[in-house]
C-alpha cells in the first residue's frame, strides 16, 4: 500500500471503527529519528520489525539489537497465521506477501553471529568512563593516560594495553603529575580494579582488532534492498552498562565518520536502539549532552536514530524533543508515575478532536498504536489511532541451525571471526622496560670495570684466553686507560689519608722498602 517514498505502518480508525486510512513514513524525514513506546508485550518488537523491514525494502541499511531473540525472524520468510492474515484484512493489505530480508548477524562476544570489536583508542576516556563509573578524579587519571599514549605513540588496542599503560603512569607518577597534575596510585589502582571488573564481564571480547568498519553496517544487496543488521543482545543485557556504552560509541563513529549530507531523500542508515533507558540510567550530565548531541547533529549525515522504550520518561526531554516520529503503544496508568507517563506521552503528540490521546493509551490493544509521523514540510501529522501492518518475515526466533547457515553465508563471513594481536602499547612498554634493565646493567658493568677496577700488566686482566693460549675474539680486549699507574695511586691515596706523625712514618717506610727494591 506505501508509495516509493514512504513505508507502510498500518491503518488507523475511523469513528465507525473501520480501518481504512493509511499511516505511513515518508523517507525524506526517516532521518528525523524517532520513538516506539509502550508496555511489555504490547507489540513494540513487531512495529521495530516492520519499520526495518519498510527500510530495508526501500534500500535503506538498518542496524537493531534482538534482546530477547525474537527480532531474528526477520530473516526467514513469514509464514501464515490466521491472527496475521486476519489484520491484513482488517487494514485493507492486499495481496498480503511473505518475504525474507538480508540479515547480518553480529554479537559482541562472538557466540550467535560476528564480532564486533573496537579498540580502547576510538572508544575514548570519556566512554570509558561512563563504561567503568570512574569518578571524576579517575577519569582525569584516565583522561591523562590517552595524552601520554598520544605523545609516546602508544597504540591502546585492547585492555592489555591500557592495563600496561596505567602501571607505567603509576611508575613515573612523579614525573607525570609535574605536568598534568597530580596522579595517585590509588587512582590507577581503582581504574585497573574496573578494568578487572569488565574483563571479566566479557570486555575483553569487545576491545581489539579487527575493529568494525562502518561500512560493513551499510551494506546494501545487488537487488538495492539494505540490509539488516541484527545484534544478538540477550547475553549483553547481563551487562546493561556496556550495551548502552556500545551503542553509544557506534552513534558516536556513525556521527565522526560520515560526511555532510543534509537532508537526503532517504536516510543512509537507520538505527534503531531497543531497551533505549539503559542509556540514560544515571549516565552522568556529560553523557546526557553527549547524545543530544550526536541526535541532533547525525540527522544532516543521514542516520535517524529511533528509541525503543517502555515509557517515554525514559528518555530526557533535550532528547525527546528531537524525535519527530512517533509510535506509542499501550501504557498501564496504575502508579503516579505511570499516569505521569501518559500524561507525558500524550502532551507530546497533535491533538486529534475525535478521541482522547490520554483515554486512548490506556485502552490500546495489542498491535495497535497512536501514530504521528511527519508530514510534508516536516509538521507532525495529527495522531491516529492505528492497528500496525503485520509483518511479511517470520514472527519470532529463528533456530540456531539457521542462524549458523546464515553467519556462514553473511557477506562479512571470515572478516572478523579471528582476533589480531599486533604490536601495541603493551609490546612497545614491555620492550622499553627491557632496554632501560639492559642499559642499567650495562652500567653497573662499566662502573666495576669488569672485574676488580685495575688494570695491572702481567696480573692476569690482560692475559689473553685460555681456549689454546689465543685471543678468539670472543673474549673481550682490554681497554687502553689513562688512569696512573698502581703504586702512584697507592702512594697519592695513602698521602691523602694520612693526617698523624703515624701515617707520615708510615709512608718513610714505605718509600724506604720501595727505593730497595729499585
Same mark, same amino acid.
Given at each position: 500500500?506505501?508509495?516509493?517514498?514512504?513505508?507502510?505502518?498500518?491503518?488507523?480508525?475511523?469513528?465507525?471503527?473501520?480501518?481504512?486510512?493509511?499511516?505511513?513514513?515518508? %523517507?525524506?524525514?526517516?532521518?528525523?529519528?524517532?520513538?516506539?513506546? $509502550?508496555?511489555?508485550?504490547? /507489540?513494540?518488537?513487531?512495529?521495530?520489525?516492520?519499520?526495518?523491514?519498510?527500510?530495508?525494502?526501500?534500500?535503506?541499511?538498518? =542496524?537493531?539489537?534482538?534482546?530477547? /531473540?525474537?527480532?531474528?525472524?526477520?530473516?526467514?520468510?513469514?509464514?501464515?497465521?490466521?491472527?496475521?492474515?486476519? *489484520?491484513?484484512?482488517?487494514?485493507?493489505?492486499?495481496?498480503?506477501?511473505?518475504?525474507?530480508?538480508?540479515?547480518? =548477524?553480529?554479537?559482541?562476544?562472538?557466540?550467535?553471529?560476528?564480532?564486533?570489536?573496537?579498540?580502547?583508542?576510538?572508544?575514548?576516556?570519556?566512554? %570509558?568512563?561512563?563504561?567503568?563509573?570512574?569518578?571524576?578524579?579517575?577519569?582525569?587519571?584516565?583522561?591523562?593516560?590517552?595524552?601520554?599514549?598520544?605523545?609516546?605513540?602508544?597504540?591502546?588496542?585492547?585492555?592489555?594495553?591500557?592495563?600496561?599503560?596505567?602501571?607505567?603512569?603509576?611508575? *613515573?607518577?612523579?614525573?607525570?603529575?609535574?605536568?598534568?597534575?597530580?596522579?595517585?596510585?590509588?587512582?590507577?589502582?581503582?581504574?585497573?580494579?574496573?578494568?578487572?571488573?569488565?574483563?571479566?564481564?566479557?570486555?575483553?571480547? =569487545?576491545?581489539?582488532?579487527?575493529? %568494525?568498519?562502518?561500512?560493513?553496517?551499510?551494506?546494501?544487496?545487488?537487488?538495492?534492498?539494505?540490509?539488516?543488521?541484527?545484534?544478538?543482545?540477550?547475553?549483553?543485557?547481563?551487562?546493561?552498562?556496556?550495551?548502552?556504552?556500545?551503542?553509544?560509541?557506534?552513534?558516536?563513529?556513525?556521527?565522526?565518520?560520515?560526511?555532510?549530507? /543534509?537532508?537526503?531523500?532517504?536516510?543512509?542508515?537507520?538505527?534503531?536502539?531497543?531497551?533505549?533507558?539503559?542509556?540514560?540510567?544515571?549516565?552522568?550530565?556529560?553523557?546526557?549532552?553527549?547524545?543530544?548531541?550526536?541526535?541532533?547533529?547525525?540527522?544532516? @549525515?543521514?542516520?535517524?536514530?529511533?528509541?525503543?522504550?517502555?515509557?517515554?520518561?525514559?528518555?530526557?526531554?533535550?532528547?525527546?524533543?528531537?524525535?519527530?516520529?512517533?509510535?506509542?503503544?499501550?501504557?498501564?496508568?496504575?502508579?503516579? *508515575?505511570?499516569?505521569?507517563?501518559?500524561?507525558?506521552?500524550?502532551?507530546?503528540?497533535?491533538?486529534?478532536?475525535?478521541?482522547?490521546?490520554?483515554?486512548?493509551?490506556?485502552?490500546?490493544?495489542?498491535?495497535?498504536?497512536?501514530?504521528?509521523?511527519?508530514?510534508?514540510?516536516?509538521?507532525?501529522?495529527?495522531?491516529?489511532?492505528?492497528?500496525?501492518?503485520?509483518?511479511?518475515?517470520?514472527?519470532?526466533?529463528?533456530?540456531?541451525?539457521?542462524?549458523? @547457515?546464515?553467519?556462514?553465508?553473511?557477506?562479512?563471513?571470515?572478516?572478523?571471526?579471528?582476533?589480531?594481536?599486533?604490536?601495541?602499547?603493551?609490546?612497545?612498554?614491555?620492550? @622499553?622496560? %627491557?632496554?632501560?634493565?639492559?642499559?642499567?646493567?650495562?652500567?653497573?658493568?662499566?662502573?666495576?670495570?669488569?672485574?676488580?677496577?685495575?688494570?695491572?700488566?702481567?696480573?692476569?686482566?690482560?692475559?689473553?684466553?685460555?681456549?689454546?693460549?689465543?685471543?678468539?675474539?670472543?673474549?673481550?680486549?682490554? *681497554?687502553?686507560?689513562?688512569?696512573?699507574?698502581?703504586?702512584?695511586?697507592?702512594?697519592?691515596?695513602?698521602?691523602?689519608?694520612?693526617?698523624?706523625?703515624?701515617?707520615?712514618?708510615?709512608?718513610?717506610?714505605?718509600? $724506604?722498602?720501595?727505593?730497595? $727494591?729499585?
Amino acid at each position: 500500500m506505501a508509495q516509493d517514498d514512504s513505508i507502510f505502518i498500518g491503518a488507523s480508525r475511523k469513528p465507525d471503527d473501520s480501518y481504512q486510512r493509511p499511516e505511513e513514513l515518508l %523517507l525524506k524525514y526517516g532521518n528525523r529519528h524517532g520513538l516506539v513506546t $509502550g508496555a511489555t508485550g504490547t /507489540g513494540k518488537t513487531v512495529t521495530l520489525q516492520i519499520l526495518a523491514e519498510g527500510f530495508s525494502n526501500a534500500g535503506v541499511p538498518v =542496524f537493531c539489537a534482538d534482546i530477547k /531473540g525474537d527480532l531474528s525472524g526477520i530473516a526467514m520468510m513469514g509464514e501464515a497465521k490466521d491472527f496475521l492474515t486476519a *489484520r491484513a484484512q482488517a487494514i485493507k493489505l492486499d495481496p498480503y506477501e511473505f518475504q525474507e530480508f538480508p540479515v547480518i =548477524f553480529w554479537d559482541l562476544f562472538g557466540e550467535q553471529g560476528h564480532p564486533i570489536r573496537a579498540t580502547v583508542s576510538e572508544m575514548g576516556p570519556l566512554l %570509558l568512563s561512563r563504561l567503568m563509573n570512574l569518578t571524576d578524579a579517575q577519569e582525569g587519571v584516565l583522561n591523562i593516560a590517552f595524552r601520554i599514549a598520544d605523545e609516546e605513540g602508544l597504540l591502546l588496542l585492547d585492555m592489555k594495553d591500557l592495563q600496561s599503560l596505567l602501571a607505567n603512569i603509576a611508575d *613515573r607518577a612523579e614525573e607525570i603529575g609535574a605536568r598534568y597534575g597530580n596522579v595517585t596510585r590509588p587512582s590507577v589502582g581503582a581504574i585497573q580494579r574496573s578494568l578487572l571488573v569488565l574483563e571479566q564481564q566479557g570486555g575483553n571480547h =569487545f576491545f581489539g582488532e579487527p575493529a %568494525l568498519k562502518i561500512a560493513d553496517i551499510m551494506r546494501t544487496t545487488r537487488d538495492g534492498r539494505g540490509a539488516i543488521n541484527v545484534l544478538a543482545a540477550d547475553k549483553l543485557m547481563m551487562n546493561p552498562r556496556l550495551y548502552a556504552t556500545f551503542l553509544l560509541w557506534l552513534l558516536s563513529e556513525l556521527f565522526e565518520v560520515l560526511p555532510e549530507i /543534509g537532508d537526503p531523500d532517504k536516510p543512509k542508515l537507520v538505527f534503531f536502539f531497543d531497551e533505549a533507558h539503559l542509556l540514560f540510567d544515571e549516565a552522568p550530565k556529560i553523557v546526557v549532552d553527549r547524545v543530544e548531541q550526536v541526535v541532533r547533529l547525525i540527522r544532516s @549525515k543521514g542516520v535517524g536514530v529511533y528509541f525503543v522504550t517502555q515509557n517515554p520518561l525514559d528518555v530526557p526531554e533535550t532528547v525527546l524533543a528531537q524525535l519527530g516520529n512517533r509510535v506509542q503503544h499501550a501504557l498501564r496508568a496504575y502508579t503516579p *508515575r505511570e499516569q505521569k507517563a501518559v500524561k507525558t506521552a500524550a502532551d507530546t503528540f497533535r491533538p486529534n478532536p475525535d478521541f482522547d490521546c490520554a483515554k486512548a493509551i490506556t485502552q490500546l490493544g495489542t498491535g495497535e498504536a497512536l501514530v504521528s509521523t511527519l508530514e510534508a514540510k516536516g509538521v507532525p501529522s495529527m495522531v491516529q489511532r492505528t492497528l500496525i501492518r503485520p509483518p511479511a518475515s517470520r514472527l519470532g526466533p529463528i533456530t540456531p541451525q539457521e542462524r549458523q @547457515k546464515l553467519i556462514n553465508e553473511s557477506p562479512v563471513a571470515g572478516q572478523y571471526d579471528e582476533t589480531v594481536d599486533r604490536e601495541s602499547a603493551f609490546e612497545m612498554l614491555q620492550k @622499553k622496560a %627491557l632496554d632501560a634493565q639492559k642499559a642499567q646493567q650495562e652500567a653497573q658493568q662499566a662502573n666495576t670495570g669488569g672485574g676488580g677496577g685495575w688494570t695491572i700488566p702481567g696480573f692476569g686482566n690482560d692475559a689473553p684466553p685460555a681456549s689454546g693460549g689465543r685471543n678468539t675474539g670472543n673474549a673481550p680486549r682490554p *681497554r687502553t686507560s689513562n688512569r696512573q699507574t698502581v703504586t702512584e695511586a697507592a702512594l697519592k691515596s695513602v698521602v691523602r689519608s694520612v693526617g698523624s706523625s703515624v701515617g707520615r712514618a708510615l709512608v718513610r717506610g714505605i718509600l $724506604g722498602s720501595l727505593k730497595k $727494591g729499585f
